[in-house]
């Protein structure tokens, strides 16, 4: 059986901090529509491999390389127009902007409107102002009745956390990108919105055909969404596979689920 090309390829991805290895070789695919999730010990190097993958920190050696272009030297908003979105294990919204505001900052790598001209409110473009109500107001919609109409022009720093976690994927999704990579989406929600949101995770796979990359602590989420899992260690992979393979490791047990 001919294996089906990556959509997205990490080849010995090595980071420095000075003498510390926060990425150590790490090499993975990721393939179309499938969710795969990496989890790992606090300090593994999760969220510093996003910050790789979205071209904040550049890496030492190794490549990413998503759908034949190495876009390993790529700045932030140019992976972004290239399709990879994320969100932050700390959240990045501007608290003094409406959840609207917020998105349509994100979106304008979509658009040809200059930045400050979003947030000051400027029509520069009547129809591509349009667009981008019709596109925001779509996506705060599909959270149904968690984030409803009359918050969108609420403040962020209104919002309760929960919320806010919600809005962070709104606006990763407002850049229309074909892989969202979900950095511990369900951090400081109660187990009723963690539910939620694995089902949301799911659906943003299943009927909005995103390719999902997720860090995640919760094991119940990490069961319930993954098609494969990658557990990660001192920046390196200690292992991958079903949930169910993963958990009977004794590598894993011993780095991660005995701590
Ligand atoms: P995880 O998300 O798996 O908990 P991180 O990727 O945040 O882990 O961190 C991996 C390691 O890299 C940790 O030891 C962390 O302290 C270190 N680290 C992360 N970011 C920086 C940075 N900007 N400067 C120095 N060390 C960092
Ligand atoms: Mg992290």
Redesign the pocket.
Known sequence: IKQPMPLLKIQNLTLH??G?R??DGLDFNLYKNEILSII????????????VISGI?KSDQGRIIYKAQDISTLKPHMVAKAGIARTF?NLRLFNDLSVIENIKVSRFCRTKAFFPAVILNLKSNQREEKETGEKVRTILDMFGKRLTGYRYNQKVSQLSYANRRRVEIARAMATDPEILLL?EPSAGMNPQETEEITGFIKTLRDQFGYTILV?EHKLNLVKAVSDRVIV?DY?KKICEGSYEDISRNPLVIEAYLGK
């Open positions: 901090f000075g510390l926060a990425i790992g010990p606090n300090g593994a190097g999760k969220s510093t491999l996003f910050n920190y294990q950095d860090i990660m920046g």
